[in-house]
């Protein structure tokens, strides 16, 4: 059983659409976190939630937009995308926040065209 | 601002052989260090992490050092195998992040093991 899953693994769309990336976690952790990875495997965080409370809100367009209906899911919304956007997006999860490893979902390569 | 690198984007080693790979931070407030190995197609995944009450911690085949006075932090690889080959990663709990758990990842090193 996959212990972050992340759907879909693959987007390809066209610049100005709305689209969403869904993140589950079944570790029973309480902290969930979406990062980007650049061409050049550059990992940056971009928000982390703990039991559905925003803790982490980088400098990240307001077009990006994350919800989380409960601890176990953490999807990421973007609006009017932008090929600056093209990237593989990470979820993640951990429990706690104070010094607890993150676990990865195998992310999400979203091109934007 | 903070900033974590590694010393090569790309260590190639001979199968069998021991890997090292290095990171400097820069920030000397961080407090919890950690390494994470990937592979094509998936996503970080966790090997070993260490506090900065500690200088040295062992897993299996892998050993991390910690030396606050430079601010440095290496990841050995006992007798690296093929499944050894990724980029591998280290990442600190920045200052100030607090009780955030904002992870800052280094570039990454690309290990490629030769058969």
């Known amino acids: 059983d996959t212990a972050v899953s992340q759907t879909p693994k693959y987007l390809v769309t066209q610049m100005g659409n709305d689209k969403s990336i869904k993140c589950e976690q079944n570790?029973?952790?309480?902290?969930m976190y979406w990062y980007k990875q650049d061409s050049k495997k550059f990992l940056k965080i971009m928000f982390s939630y703990n039991n559905k409370e925003l803790i982490i809100n980088e400098t990240v367009p307001n077009r990006f937009s994350p919800k989380s209906p409960d601890k176990a899911h953490l999807n990421l919304h973007i609006n009017s995308l932008e090929l600056g956007d093209s990237a593989v997006y990470f979820c993640?999860?951990?429990?706690?926040?104070?010094?607890?490893?993150?676990?990865f979902g195998n992310g999400t390569r979203l091109t934007v065209t | 601002g903070e900033s974590v690198g590694l010393h090569l984007p790309t260590l190639s080693v001979q199968e069998g052989d021991n890997s090292i790979i290095n990171c400097a931070y820069s920030n000397s407030a961080s407090d919890y260090f950690i390494w994470y190995k990937q592979e094509s197609g998936k996503g970080p995944q966790f090997i070993i992490d260490?506090?900065?009450?500690?200088d040295k911690r062992q897993g299996q085949r892998v050993t991390v050092l910690l030396n606050k006075t430079v601010k440095h932090l290496s990841l050995q690889i006992a007798a690296t195998q093929p499944g050894d080959s990724a980029v591998y990663f280290c990442?600190?709990?920045?200052?100030?992040?607090?009780?955030?758990?904002?992870?800052?990842f280094g570039q990454g090193t690309t290990l490629q093991v030769k058969p």
């Open positions: 990442a600190e709990k920045g200052a100030g992040s607090g009780n955030t758990g904002k992870l800052i």
């Open positions: 570790l029973g952790h309480d902290t």
């Open positions: 993640a999860s951990s429990q706690g926040w104070i010094g607890a490893p993150l676990h």
């Open positions: 260490i506090r900065s009450n500690m």
